[in-house]
């Protein structure tokens, strides 16, 4: 399990990268690219992910409460169980991505 807590991770190419279980608490990733990644349980509280490429991002279960997602791709991710109180998703891509209650966004 990585531990990346408080990491700058601004404009980083993680894509396909096994994240599962990582530590990521108020890590900023803004700009971040972590297409298909695998970010199930993965704790990322009060991290910024602002304009981040999320796109087909597994996200099972992850902690993403109170984190800033403004503008970031989300399009086909699985967010399924995933706890999302107090997240800001403003202007952020959703198409088709699988909600934390299993229901697929439009």
């Known amino acids: ?14 894509s396909y990268a096994n994240l599962s279980g990582a530590q990521l608490l108020r890590a900023t990733l803004n700009n971040a690219h972590l297409y298909k990644a695998n970010l199930a349980h993965a704790e990322l509280r009060r991290s910024i992910l602002d304009g981040a490429n999320l796109e087909c991002v597994t996200l099972q279960q992850a902690d993403l409460r109170g984190a800033s997602l403004r503008g970031a791709n989300l399009i086909q991710a699985d967010l ?10 403003d202007g952020a891509k959703l198409h088709h991505a699988i909600m934390p209650d299993g229901t697929i966004h439009n």
Do not use: E, H, Q
């Open 80 to 89: 399924r169980g995933c706890r999302l109180s107090k997240a800001s998703l």
């Open 1 to 14: 399990m990585a531990i990346l807590a408080y990491a700058n991770l601004d404009y980083a190419n993680l």
